[in-house]
């Protein structure tokens, strides 16, 4: 059983968390489903699917769906089910994102791309989608389709207008938001408001689990753009400030260049110019600390995280409830 938990987390810190340990059992069954038992008939393709659930990960999204089960009844084959689908999702966009950020790396190991070729990450990619899918339909529930399919379509959305606003600096913080709310928080949303509709909730419930995963998502967001500022590659398992260097504006930039004065200037300029040099980045990456973008975007995290916090009033069973602001506390520390 601690074998599974050092699996599935990166660090001692993470083995100390105590909802890994809740759902440490449906975390095994949900690994052995991932590694084990997707139908692949094609030798190179089961060596790259493998490579790829081989890598672990965090496997927020299907610990959301099991502690929202549990927090509201209890968990079925069809959470199982719900879990894995949305795991597989998760896990095919990060392998197309992968292909559209010419990244070399994820988790600390090389991409699909990298080690392979795009053509094979986009085959795989779709046939992780297609798996997912398949799932979906086994469920055999018309209203989780319906949301699912609308999660993809706004991962595609978010993906592609974040495309559209490289290097644009008057991105409004709207549009930042929207786009993180499309690219990431509908997937966790969806996680936890189909958990609880599995467990026949109340139509103000179910809209509170998905309030809960979804402000939990925009915040995992805003950490996930602030520590591409603020770690190393070892740590980061992935290269430092890849998103600005590609054009990608997020939350520490853009509270930089709020900032109306001379270096918030300078920035613009940086960024707009496309850093026509190497030194050009790095200036631009110290503007944004010395501007403070890192520490008001681990705030503005923090404030979705407590509105999370505030939506957990779905939760039927109260000795869940820590667990889930467990959760919600260890997205800052990811
Ligand atoms: C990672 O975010 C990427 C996503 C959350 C979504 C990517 C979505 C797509 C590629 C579209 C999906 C396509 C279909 C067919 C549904 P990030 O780039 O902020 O994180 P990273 O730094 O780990 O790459
Ligand atoms: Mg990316």
Request: some cysteine; charged content about 30%.
């Amino acid at each position: 059983m601690q074998q599974v938990i050092e699996k599935l987390a990166k660090n001692k810190k993470e083995i100390d968390l105590a909802f890994l340990n809740l759902i440490n059992d449906e975390l095994k069954i949900l690994e052995e489903s991932l590694t084990e038992k997707l139908p692949v008939r094609s030798k190179l393709l089961s060596e790259v699917v493998r490579y790829i659930f081989k890598a672990g990960g965090k496997r927020i999204r299907p610990a959301l769906c099991f502690l929202t089960a549990k927090a509201t009844g209890q968990v079925s084959k069809r959470h199982f089910i719900l879990a894995e689908l949305t795991e597989l999702i998760h896990t095919a966009s990060l392998v197309h994102d992968d292909i559209i950020d010419s990244a070399p790396l994820r988790r600390g190991r090389e991409t699909i791309n990298d080690l392979w070729n795009d053509k094979i990450s986009v085959i795989t990619g779709d046939f992780l989608f297609a798996q997912a899918s398949v799932r979906l339909g086994e469920l055999e529930n018309s209203e989780i389709v319906k949301i699912y399919a609308n999660v993809l379509s706004d991962l595609c959305d978010g993906e592609i207008e974040q495309y559209s606003l490289k290097y644009d600096t008057n991105i409004s913080w709207d549009q930042y938001i929207t786009k993180s709310t499309t690219k990431t928080a509908s997937l966790f949303a969806a996680a936890c408001k189909s958990s609880s509709l599995l467990n026949d909730q109340s139509e103000e419930d179910i809209k509170l689990a998905n309030d809960f995963g979804n402000f939990l998502g925009i915040a995992f967001q805003i950490v996930d753009d602030t520590l591409d500022f603020t770690s190393t590659k070892n740590e980061l398992g992935k290269e430092v400030g890849a998103d600005l260097k590609q054009g990608i504006i997020t939350a520490p930039t853009l509270f930089a260049l709020d900032e109306k004065n001379e270096k918030s200037q300078e920035l613009r300029k940086l960024i707009e110019s496309r850093f026509n040099n190497p030194e050009d980045f790095t200036k631009a990456i110290n503007l944004v600390n010395e501007l403070n973008g890192c520490k008001k975007a681990l705030d503005l995290a923090k404030s979705y995280l407590e509105k999370a916090k505030n939506s957990l009033t779905f939760v039927k069973n109260l000795n869940i409830k820590p667990y889930l602001i467990e959760v919600a506390d260890c997205i800052l520390k990811k």
